[in-house]
C-alpha cells in the first residue's frame, strides 16, 4: 500500500502555469495524473513509468510535461499554456508494479480563469 501527497494546485488565468506535485509513502513502479470534472469520468493526463517511459493525452501535449524524481518518490506535472478547459481536480495516482490495483491523492483543485 501507498499514500500520496498532492500539492500545487490554485487559480491562474488563462495562458499561465502551474506545478503539481505528488509525494509517495513508497516506491512505485507508474506514477501520473488524472483528471476529473462534475459530470465527467476521471480521464488521464500524464504518467510516467520509473524508467521514464511517459504517455500523455493528446489535449495536453506540447503544454504539460510530466517528470519525476524516483529517490524522493515524487511526481511533478508542470501545466504551461493553461487554458479553461484544464480546469478540473487533478488527481496523483501510483502502481506499484506492471499490474495491480492504482492508489490515488485526494485531488487538488486546478482552475483557469479566461
Known amino acids: 500500500q501507498v499514500q500520496l501527497d498532492e500539492s500545487g494546485g490554485g487559480l491562474v488565468q488563462a495562458g499561465g502555469s502551474l506545478r503539481l506535485s505528488c509525494v509517495a509513502s513508497?516506491?512505485?513502479?507508474?506514477m501520473g495524473w488524472y483528471r476529473q470534472t462534475i459530470g465527467k469520468q476521471r480521464e488521464l493526463v500524464a504518467t510516467?513509468?520509473?524508467?521514464?517511459?511517459?504517455i500523455y493525452a493528446d489535449s495536453v501535449k506540447g503544454r504539460f510535461t510530466v517528470s519525476r524524481d524516483n529517490p524522493k518518490n515524487t511526481v511533478y506535472l508542470q501545466m504551461n499554456s493553461l487554458i479553461p478547459e484544464d480546469t478540473a481536480v487533478y488527481y496523483c495516482?501510483?502502481?506499484?508494479?506492471?499490474?495491480?490495483?492504482?492508489?490515488w491523492g485526494q485531488g487538488t483543485q486546478v482552475t483557469v480563469s479566461s
Open positions: 510516467i513509468t520509473s524508467g521514464g517511459s511517459t
Open positions: 495516482y501510483a502502481m506499484l508494479g506492471i499490474t495491480g490495483r492504482p492508489y
Open positions: 513508497g516506491s512505485a513502479f507508474r
